[in-house]
């Protein structure tokens, strides 16, 4: 497989895990606790370009990652989308969304300017992520 991650989905992530599709990544901005996760299939835009077993796949991953997310949070809402307007690689966000959070409740894109998490709360972030997913079963 020639799985290569796109370049601003690189950029933009931390690297923070992977599951039998999909890796996963942290968005580097503390103002949402915000992860992706990527099919790990070269060539896929939409989710109806992975096969059946695939999108099933897809499906029990976000929602593993939503359960985990919302289990270290104790968010108000985690919303989940897969738009790719700018990224065209399948990818999808799954976000943790605080009434008292930055634009709360308008959308996360494009507001206001990321702020990067320190390397410390990035890596303890990940860190949870991992120690969280072990724990949960398919």
């Not at 796109?6 to 690297?15: C, F, I």
């Not at 599709?21 to 996760?37: G, T, Y």
Request: glycine share 4%; proline share 4%.
């Amino acid at each position: 497989m020639n799985f290569h991650l796109d370049a601003r989905l690189e950029q933009d992530t931390l690297p923070a895990g992977r599951l039998e599709l999909c890796e996963i990544h942290l968005l580097n901005d503390a103002r949402w606790p915000w992860l992706v996760l990527v099919p790990q299939r070269s060539d896929c835009s939409e989710i109806f370009d992975l096969n059946d077993d695939e999108q099933l796949q897809l499906a029990r991953e976000t929602a593993l990652i939503s359960k985990v997310l919302q289990k270290l949070t104790e968010a108000e809402k985690i919303n989940t989308g897969a738009l790719g307007n700018i990224v065209r690689q399948l990818h999808v966000h799954v976000i943790a969304r605080f009434e008292n959070d930055a634009n709360w409740p308008g959308p996360v894109w494009g507001f206001g300017v990321a702020e990067p998490y320190s390397k410390v709360a990035a890596s303890r972030l990940i860190s949870q992520l991992q120690s969280e997913m072990k724990s949960h079963v398919f």
